[in-house]
């Protein structure tokens, strides 16, 4: 049985290396192949955000309350759809100057957001939640959530 530190974190790693393929398109402004990788790493991150916020965030929160860290990573989520919204708006204009600019600012928040989550909110749902762990993990990926 995996654990909701280690699914989640192969998530962030999947999600990672197409946002790391989206930027090398960019510079090299291979402009449609950026199109549907930047597209397609805004779809797997809101997947991973949603099923953090609609079930791994609530699950916890039923144990420990709705203050803390859950509160900081729904922020975090959100200044992070901010980034992604103007970095489409980079790649509508074709303009990889301000694109990758964001894309820094964009990799550092998702660092310390990731570290977060898997340093110290993952392994504590995992132990809080215990033996409810599989199905909030089958909770979490049932119709894809998203």
Known sequence: MKSITETLCEQHSYCDKIFAQT????????????????????????????????????????????????????????????????????????DSEQYLGLSETLLILMQQHNAKEEQILYPMSDQVLGEEVPSILNRMFERNRV
Do not use: N, Y
């Open 23 to 94: 930027e090398d398109s960019v510079a090299k402004t291979q402009w449609e192949a950026a199109d549907i990788e930047f597209s397609d790493f805004r779809a797997d991150i809101e997947r991973h955000f949603t099923r953090e916020e609609e079930v791994l965030f609530p699950s916890v929160e039923e144990h420990i309350g709705p203050t803390g860290p859950t509160q900081v990573m729904r922020m975090e989520h959100q200044q992070m759809r901010d980034v992604f919204a103007q970095m489409q708006d980079c790649l509508t204009q074709r």
